[in-house]
């Protein structure tokens, strides 16, 4: 167990709609990400929070999007959702920068 | 610009046959290189972090390596549970962002 807790684990919705995962990173860690894998791909880098404040911007689409609370759980807001966006959705946190973030176990999108 | 090259991207091994992944970078500034292993369907296990050419570390049955141009992971005596995905990361001076490479999948077949 990781520490970082992702909901919900599983989540099946139409295209057009819009969907929200969240995340609860380890305690103490103040650095949040969100990285898109589709099937046999390559994880994507979406977006990083540190303490609040977006730090550094992936490929992300303009239809998703974003943030993180004081508490320091994070959320990512999936909207107009396509084909396309079916995937697995991960969140990684560390306590400082890059080094050694640890990974929760995914939530996983699939659109029809 | 910053790339991660992983080979091969596939490796099949016989149980307690070792071998060697490797992980070619090329990046402005090496902060950091990162080993990462992946089960179908689960979120990324760290394993290790390497900043330095030359340095080591090992853990169990792995042993990563770092010179200023590549990182191998090297697996002894594989066991069949070590079968995953081995993921390598690099972070640069450049810009927060983490560059992944592809992946290497390492069946080890009992």
């Known amino acids: 167990d990781s520490g970082v807790t992702q909901t919900p684990k599983h989540l099946i919705t139409a295209t057009g709609q819009r969907v929200t995962l969240r995340c609860s990173p380890r305690?103490?860690?103040?650095?949040v990400y969100w990285y898109q894998q589709s099937l046999d791909q390559g994880l994507q880098f979406l977006i990083q929070y540190y303490n609040g404040e977006e730090r550094a911007k992936g490929n992300i689409l303009e239809r998703f999007s974003a943030q993180q609370f004081p508490d320091l759980h994070s959320e990512l807001n999936l909207s107009s959702l396509e084909l396309g966006d079916s995937a697995l959705y991960f969140c990684?946190?560390?306590?400082?920068?890059?080094?050694?973030?640890?990974f929760g176990q995914g939530t996983r999108l699939t659109v029809v | 610009e910053d790339q991660v090259t992983q080979s091969p991207e596939a490796l099949r091994l016989q149980e307690g046959e070792s071998s060697s992944l490797n992980c070619s970078y090329t990046?402005?500034?090496?902060?950091?290189l990162f080993w990462y292993r992946q089960d179908p369907g689960k979120g990324p296990e760290f394993l290790f972090t390497?900043?330095?050419?030359?340095e080591e570390k090992e853990k169990e049955r792995l042993k990563a390596t770092l010179t200023k141009k590549e990182s191998f992971l090297h697996i002894t005596a594989p066991k069949p549970e070590d079968s995953a995905t081995y993921l390598c990361a690099v972070e640069g001076d450049s810009n927060y962002q983490l560059i992944w490479g592809a992946g290497t999948k390492l069946i080890i077949k009992p």
């Open positions: 990684a946190s560390s306590a400082t920068g890059w080094a050694e973030a640890f």
């Open positions: 305690s103490g860690d103040l650095s």
């Open positions: 390497l900043y330095s050419a030359g």
């Open positions: 990046v402005s500034g090496l902060r950091g």
